[in-house]
């Protein structure tokens, strides 16, 4: 009898013991299935970039990630789906449709073509997503910020840099040199000019406004090549080089409509035998890593810093504050900061 109440009394224990572990399972034992965590909301991001192929907007992309991530809680996780629309909008269409169906909660897009933004911006509002536009303004009828897909929709918003202000600082950088620009001392500065994408206003104003600058100031000035480099470092390089081979020492000054087009104006400066600084000047914009430190180097003449960290938090912030429900402005802007000798003291 000792004996059966014994084997009972070892069973009970065994038995005890084991519903205690399948409550508290070990720390380092694997979770099966954990659901997710309680109380944790997640936004879905879809964020649309024109072409992966762009120093700036590599750099810009970059720190709206990397932003997101610092605003993540114990609470709030933002998931972050980004594509390139390879400078074809096709593409772009494409992916801003599964974005729709994919039922994202906000739409971060810089456009292939500001011509198309009404048909994207309609797109978006019909779904009843907030929509932040980047760096690439469709403009109003009057060429103005009045357009009417961003001033009449609550829920979408433009975050980008007044492209007049980079162009204006290019040819304040030309006026500030001894010589403004005029380096043969003939009484006009002859110049050429590396355009991005006609289409594009930032491409637009920094030609015109870096120019208007100039003559604004009582320079006189001839444009002796006006062609388009697309933003691309090689189409620089090409537009350059032949301009040198056609007109050598007439060439004053090279304008170039961002960075990338610079650095390739740079290489057939060098090439054929000029020296930034002494017989011609060499100006871009977007102050890329490189272009400061040759602007620091004297072999770039100045450059423009095109502000993608204060452009790409403002647009994270935008696209927050529309999660959050708050109302957006139609517009935010972001200054441009003159990069020539001087900023360097």
């Known amino acids: 009898m000792k004996k059966l109440i014994s084997l009972l009394l070892v069973l009970a224990m065994a038995l005890t013991l084991v519903a205690c572990g399948s409550s508290e399972p070990a720390a380092d034992a694997p979770a099966a299935d954990a659901p997710a965590a309680e109380g944790v909301t997640t936004y879905d991001v879809g964020v649309a970039i024109y072409q992966y192929n762009d120093n700036f907007m590599t750099l810009y992309r970059q720190e709206i990630e990397a932003y997101f991530k610092t605003l993540e809680t114990d609470t709030v996780k933002y998931n ?104 043969n001392g003939d009484g006009v500065v002859k110049y050429i000019m590396v355009i991005g994408d006609p289409e594009n206003p930032d491409a637009q104003y920094r030609t015109e406004f870096s120019i208007k600058a100039l003559t604004d100031a009582g320079v006189a000035v001839e444009a002796l090549v006006e062609n388009v480099g697309n933003w691309d470092q090689t189409k620089g390089q090409e537009i350059t080089a032949a301009a040198l081979a056609q007109f050598g020492d007439e ?77 957006l402005q139609n517009y935010y802007w972001v200054d441009y900061v003159k990069v020539d000798a001087a900023y360097f003291g």
């Not at 390139?84 to 096709?90: L, P, R, Y």
């Not at 009828?141 to 204006?168: F, W």
């Open 80 to 183: 972050i789906t980004m594509v390139d629309s390879k400078n074809d909008m096709a593409e772009q269409t494409n992916q801003i449709d599964t974005f729709i169906t994919q039922g994202m909660d906000v739409i971060i897009l810089n456009l292939v073509q500001t011509s198309s933004a009404e048909v994207l911006i309609d797109k978006v509002v019909a779904a009843n997503i907030p929509l932040i536009l980047i760096n690439r303004e469709p403009l109003g009828d009057n060429g103005d910020e009045s357009y009417e897909g961003i001033i009449n929709n609550p829920g979408v918003c433009y975050v980008g840099a007044d492209a007049r202000q980079s162009g204006t600082y290019q040819g304040e950088i030309v006026l500030a040199l001894d010589n403004k620009g005029d380096i």
């Open 251 to 327: 060439i004053e000054v090279v304008f170039c409509n961002n960075d990338g087009m610079a650095l390739g104006a740079a290489a057939a400066i060098e090439a054929a035998g000029r020296k930034v600084g002494e017989d011609i000047y060499l100006l871009g914009v977007d102050a890329l890593d490189e272009c400061q430190e040759m602007v620091k180097a004297g072999t770039m003449t100045g450059t423009v810093l095109n502000d993608h960290i204060g452009q790409s938090h403002t647009a994270v912030d935008a696209a927050v504050a529309a999660l959050n429900g708050e109302a």
